[in-house]
């Protein structure tokens, strides 16, 4: 069989004009449950989480019969803070209510242990040091969460990193291999936190690439930033950088099993990006998936 990988966006309030707009230059979307509920806190019991049933409606009008991801963030399944078991729950009824046909989750920790507000996340995803102790902290939850999503294909996305990380035992792409070869999770590569990390003095992205399993990858993210503080972040403030574009053009081919190719953007720069821009983004990643098509035995 002939294998493309789908384009799409990430959600947000600005995305059902971008594919009212071109709906063809759209396969797909991806979504951040964490967006879709208000989490009142675990000393709301039961009534912890209410659905933002408007949000939702909008999302399922402008998915129409498009394939449909969960992105999540709160999970901070990487932490050693015991899993949120409500919160597991309740991504897994998004997933069966919203028919998810993946799910992915970071490889880097967002909750903060002490925040003033239940569940308060930190602004930034802040790292993790791969290795041993990280994998027997992750491998069980990462087990309950496929469990949770019912056995949907799960992948981990490499973090955006503004320092180096101390004492690592191991890389972070050697990491991630690694949770591919044990099938515990796939990869979803996000060059541009790539980037973010080599314009911080990071490891270098080709060097890192070099390193990941590509068998690993099953997904693509592409973003834009900009300098904050002396720091190159990952603000999802504007279109992919050239850099980026250099990278995906020349390793996304390498993937064999590269399922999707998400653009990520804030939408409170939708007014600075404009529709063209999203447009012509679009249309460069389906240039890009096209490059990206091969013949499979199966679907694997
Ligand atoms: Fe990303």
Known sequence: MRRRPLVGLLHNPAVPAIVAAAPEL???????????????????????????????????????????????????????????????????????????????????????????????????????????????????????LREAIGGIPLAMENAANFAEVPEAEEGEPEFLSGLH?????????????????????????????EALDPNAVTEIHLAGGDEMAGFYSDSHCGRTPDAVWDLALRWAPRFPRLRAIIFEFHETWFPEIGLPGLIAELERMQGLADSCVREVADAG
């Open 26 to 144: 759209v396969d797909c979307l991806e979504v951040i449950p964490d967006r879709l509920w208000h989490d009142f806190g675990a000393g709301a019991g039961r009534n912890r989480f209410i659905v933002a049933e408007e949000p939702v409606a909008l999302l399922r009008r402008t998915l129409g019969d498009r394939p449909l991801s969960g992105h999540g963030l709160g999970l901070s399944l990487p932490s050693d803070l015991p899993l949120d078991e409500a919160m597991l729950e309740q991504v897994g009824a998004l997933a069966r209510r919203l028919g998810f046909a993946w799910y992915s989750e970071h490889l880097s920790v967002f909750l903060t242990p002490r925040g003033s507000v239940p569940g308060a996340q930190a602004g930034l995803g802040l790292p993790v040091s791969c290795g041993e102790d990280l994998m027997a902290v992750l491998a069980p939850k990462l087990a309950r």
């Open 181 to 209: 070869e044990a099938g515990r999770a796939d990869t979803l590569l996000d060059l541009h936190n790539l980037y973010v990390t080599e314009r911080n003095g990071g490891t270098s992205a080709g060097a890192w690439l």
